[in-house]
């Protein structure tokens, strides 16, 4: 936060007169409103994008009227159309936990946003455990997935419930497992701090940092972390064909674009870390540094998210016994190997 | 009341009330979810104590894991329809008798504490200092615990094994 502030001058003279606790207020609040402009905008254009892209794979157009380039403005008549739509809460339903499943799946996704380093000096808190902290906040997305799978009472929501409970709780190990390459490459824990050991062009990036054993290690936090944000292959917590949507079937109106909303931050949010963590971060592939952070950082967060995207449309879902196989004996073991080859791959080479 | 004083309060209140709900409600899924929020309240008294490694352990170990596997076991053992907590006078008694107790032991020594207030420190990082504390002083204490935790998984095994399963089928 109070890099934001320095960094930013204006608030800095805003700022002048205040007292220092008033002061930390507002600049909290600027910059909790400044993430979560970006939360939205980014969700509204990633929805937009994945019915361009889905659209494209299946040989349609996609949206091409609202806004009349491309469909543009498709996502905000949707967004208008959800806010306006009735909030039903069935009647046997725990009105409580109901309401607040959607909140904590979207906090979750929101305050993953605040140690994203986007440029040098951009960054809304640059914290010591950033990495660390990450991962923990977007683990809290499945209490957020079974509380509204249980508090539904409908029995497909609780099967989505309790399949996001097991697959997310399998797949924070090979995620986990596949984060410590790069954090062994770096010595630091500090997304800003990963960014900067990496600076000067592609070779210094932490892909390469360990030779074969990072490039692996990418490969299996992709992999793991498309399953944490239950996306297709891995999207067994609201499978359609099976679980009519899963933990979110009874949720309708502004509840329901909170799910939406948090869908496509979280894709953003690994994406963004598996960006800092291997591919150099806002620095540029040649080390020239002429681009500004931000757009570099934009650049290779959305390349990886088209392949999210581009996975969904393209894979058929996996089984559940078939998703815990990928997770206990091959992407476990995998990252144990890769753990240990970094390490030795780094001292020895 | 400064700014952090007044967050302070509010997450001491969050903890407390959480914290007093799960111990007091009859509806044990409610209580495990209630559970999830006093180990956030927890988390972020670590943030106040400057102890970011341990804040962000706690969320991740408590808040996202073993809460997870706690709500995973209570939906799977226990009806939809929503099974009613027992309150026992036999059992709340000694309950109250003990954590009484504890209050009182832990309030007179807090009492009879000399405080030595400091100003307040800027945070500085601690996860180097935990690790390289782990890997010399406490060596032995870690490599214990990690020896106790393989124990531990090789039992759960052992005790979730079907029986009859021996002949390699």
């Known amino acids: 936060m109070s890099e934001l502030a320095q960094n930013l001058t204006l608030p800095g003279a805003l700022l002048a007169g205040l007292s220092p606790g008033v002061a930390a207020m507002l600049v909290m609040f600027a910059s909790c409103a400044a993430v979560l402009g970006v939360v939205a905008l980014n969700g509204m254009f990633l929805v937009w994008w994945e019915r361009k892209i889905s659209a494209h794979i299946q040989s349609r157009v996609g949206p091409m009227t609202t806004g009349y380039w491309h469909g543009w403005l498709q996502s905000i008549a ?35 946003f605040v140690p994203i380093p986007w440029g040098e000096k951009l960054i809304v808190a640059d914290l010591n455990v950033g990495v660390l902290y990450i991962a923990a906040i977007t683990s809290l997305s499945a209490i957020g997935v079974i509380m509204a799978g249980w508090a539904s009472n409908n029995k497909w929501s609780l099967y989505g419930g309790m399949r996001a409970a097991a697959q997310i709780v399998s797949y924070e190990i090979p995620v986990g497992l596949a984060l410590v390459p790069a954090l062994l490459a770096s010595s630091t824990l500090s997304m800003q701090g990963i960014v900067e050991v990496q600076a000067g062009g592609i070779w210094n990036w932490n892909i390469f940092a360990g030779g074969p054993f990072t490039i692996v290690a990418f490969g299996a936090l992709f992999l793991a972390s498309l399953a944490e944000v239950n996306r297709a292959p891995f999207d067994l917590p609201e499978a359609e064909s099976e679980l009519v949507c899963g933990f979110h079937t009874e949720y309708s109106g502004m509840c329901f674009a909170f799910f939406f909303l948090a869908e496509y931050s979280e894709m953003f949010v690994v994406a963004v870390v598996a960006s800092v963590l291997y591919l150099g971060g806002w620095h540029d592939p040649l080390g020239l540094g002429i681009l500004p952070g931000p757009v570099v950082l934009m650049a290779k967060v959305l390349l990886l998210v088209f392949v999210q995207m581009w996975f969904r449309w393209t894979f058929p879902r996996l089984r559940v016994d078939q998703l815990m196989y990928l997770a206990w004996k091959v992407l476990t073991p995998l990252g144990f190997i890769n753990v240990f080859g970094a390490a030795f791959w780094l001292i020895l080479v | 009341m400064s700014f952090e004083a007044s967050i302070w309060y509010l997450v001491a209140l969050l903890t407390l009330g959480t914290g007093a709900y799960v111990v007091f409600t009859r509806n044990i899924v409610r209580a495990a979810f209630a559970l999830v929020f006093t180990f956030l309240g927890v988390a972020a008294m670590y943030v106040f104590l400057r102890a970011d490694f341990l804040a962000a352990a706690q969320l991740l170990i408590y808040g996202g894991g073993i809460t997870v596997l706690l709500l995973f076991g209570v939906m799977l053992t226990h009806r939809h329809e929503g099974m009613e907590l027992k309150l026992d006078p036999l059992k709340a008694l000694p309950a109250v008798a003990i954590a009484g107790g504890f209050f009182v032991a832990i309030w007179s020594a807090a009492r009879r504490a000399d405080w030595d207030l400091v100003a307040p420190v800027e945070p500085v990082g601690t996860s180097e200092a935990i690790g390289s504390a782990i890997m010399t002083t406490h060596l032995l204490p870690f490599e214990e615990i990690s020896v106790l935790l393989l124990v531990v998984l090789i039992g759960a095994l052992f005790v979730a094994r079907r029986s009859g399963e021996e002949e390699g089928s």
């Open chain 1, 78 to 112: 949707d967004g208008v159309k959800l806010l306006l739509k009735e909030n039903i809460i069935p009647l046997m339903a725990d009105r409580w936990l109901f309401m607040l499943a959607p909140l904590v799946v979207f906090m979750s996704a929101f305050m993953a």
